[in-house]
């Protein structure tokens, strides 16, 4: 471990299942209220085109930690087991000098069962982990690891539960070692179906819920939707009153000031818009994620408002380790957006330049690469392995293998309900689009078979 520098900042990540970016206060749901997300984006930077590049939880999870693209990183489906030879965020913070901690969901032990305990040595590098691999019973919910291993169920639904553990487990840590910086992440199922929020939560009646324009007019779609975005809005909420009780515990700590809490989550959730629910699917309730960077007190220099790059899941690691001033290992292929969340001038206690290892050059993606890599057998989602990019001036193209199937203007058409793919007069358009996926699959290794598209006369 080399020497800690006490001028470091903390990072925290809090990371929810399943919670798609269109269901918050400050992006007008009126199903739930969302306080505590919506104090964090006012206090710092809102990713409003981050994307989960494979949206669902085991490949993007991967590629959350390794900053590699799950067809790199060997992670293309849910269940896959993260090869342990390979280096994760939490390696690369601790050859800074920092304490790493995991607490909760995990998901990338192989397997899909709640009993599945993933060996010591396949934890990620992290120095404290307690959690569980997975389990879609928040209300029951067993964790182990840790110091003792012992195996312990919650006493409270999931979210209350593991932020106890992850704030003890800080204050403990803070108490002992007051000089080392830490990055912690909490990681919890809920929103993730089903969808039954606390005992004692207050949820709406299904007849008030408002849907999205983009669900299909169906009695029998619109009565799940509207039963279903009840109770998911409801565990929204409960997520949300998580995030404000780690702020506060980190204001109780006295870490707030030197602390980024960084709030996402691994993927959407389409809730009968399409008539298509849970994830896996290109469209925008599946891939767009809330992607939050708060800070107080002495961060005063983060620049505050939104940033429309698009930003994908391999860029979440370069990004994290920048605002630390950690150079991005060089196995991670995503952009480090740091230099957009800081002031140049303020950059880093330690750098005043482009952030670590990324050129001065380096401009930030105008595109993101969407994958559904395996083709997907599971019920209301696509029956097709897909790829796709989605575009900072607000375009979408997304292909099966060996065939166009989607695109949309998403300034024009935000609820996906004109597809373009066909109509000749958006022909160049869709030439462009077609380049810039070519591109990426070259760029990252993907041999997925794009069609021809050239029109034929």
Avoid at 115 to 138: A, I, L, M, S, T
Avoid at 225 to 235: H, L, T, V
Avoid at 326 to 341: L, N
């Amino acid at each position: 471990m080399s020497d800690t520098p006490s001028n470091r900042s903390n990072v925290v990540w809090i990371l929810s299942d399943q919670h798609r970016a269109q269901a918050l206060g400050w992006n007008g749901d009126v199903n739930l209220s969302t306080p505590a997300i919506d104090n964090l984006a006012r206090s710092g930077v809102v990713f409003t085109n981050a994307v989960a590049g494979t949206p669902w939880c085991t490949p993007f999870r991967s590629a959350l930690l390794t900053g590699m693209y799950p067809h790199q990183n060997g992670c293309a489906r849910a269940p896959s087991r993260l090869d342990p030879r390979h280096k994760t965020v939490a390696h690369a913070f601790a050859n800074a000098g920092y304490h790493t901690a995991w607490v909760g969901k995990w998901h990338l032990g192989g397997s899909n069962s709640p009993d599945h305990v993933v060996p010591v040595g396949e934890r990620g590098g992290f120095d404290y982990w307690r959690g569980y691999e997975n389990n879609n019973k928040q209300n029951d919910v067993w964790v182990y690891g840790g110091e003792s291993e012992e195996p312990e169920r919650l006493p409270d639904y999931e979210t209350r539960s593991l932020s106890r553990v992850f704030l003890s487990h800080l204050e403990q840590q803070v108490s002992a070692h007051p000089e080392q910086p830490f990055f912690g992440v909490l990681s919890v199922q809920p929103p993730h179906s089903p969808y039954v929020p606390p005992h004692d939560s207050t949820v709406r009646s299904p007849a008030t819920v408002n849907l999205r324009p983009n669900v299909p007019v169906s009695p029998r779609v619109q009565e799940k939707a509207k039963r279903d975005i009840a109770g998911y809005s409801a565990m929204v909420e409960e997520v949300d009153r998580m995030v404000a009780e780690v702020w506060v515990g980190l204001t109780k700590l006295g870490v707030d000031r030197e602390t980024y809490i960084i709030y996402l989550s691994d993927h959407g959730d389409m809730l009968g818009s399409h008539g298509q629910w849970e994830k896996s699917s290109p469209w925008e309730e599946s891939i767009r994620i809330p992607f939050v960077i708060g800070c107080t007190g002495s961060h005063a220099h983060i620049q505050t408002g939104a940033v429309d790059y698009p930003l994908n899941h391999v860029d979440i690691a370069p990004t994290t380790l920048g605002l630390c001033g950690i150079e991005t290992p060089a196995d991670m292929v995503g952009y480090d957006f740091s230099a957009q969340v800081v002031h140049t001038s303020r950059r880093f206690p330690m750098h005043e330049s482009a952030p670590a290892g990324q050129p001065e050059s380096a401009k930030p993606p105008e595109s993101a690469l969407l994958q559904q890599i395996p083709r997907k057998f599971h019920p209301n989602s696509v029956n097709r392995a897909w790829r796709g990019v989605v575009t900072r001036d607000g375009w979408k193209y997304v292909c099966t293998p060996g065939n166009d199937w989607l695109m949309f203007d998403l300034n024009d058409d935000p609820f996906e309900m004109n597809n373009l793919c066909y109509n000749t007069v958006f022909q160049a358009q869709k030439e462009r689009l077609h380049a810039e996926l070519s591109r990426l699959l070259e760029e990252t290794g993907d041999d997925f078979a794009l069609p021809a598209i050239a029109l034929e006369r």
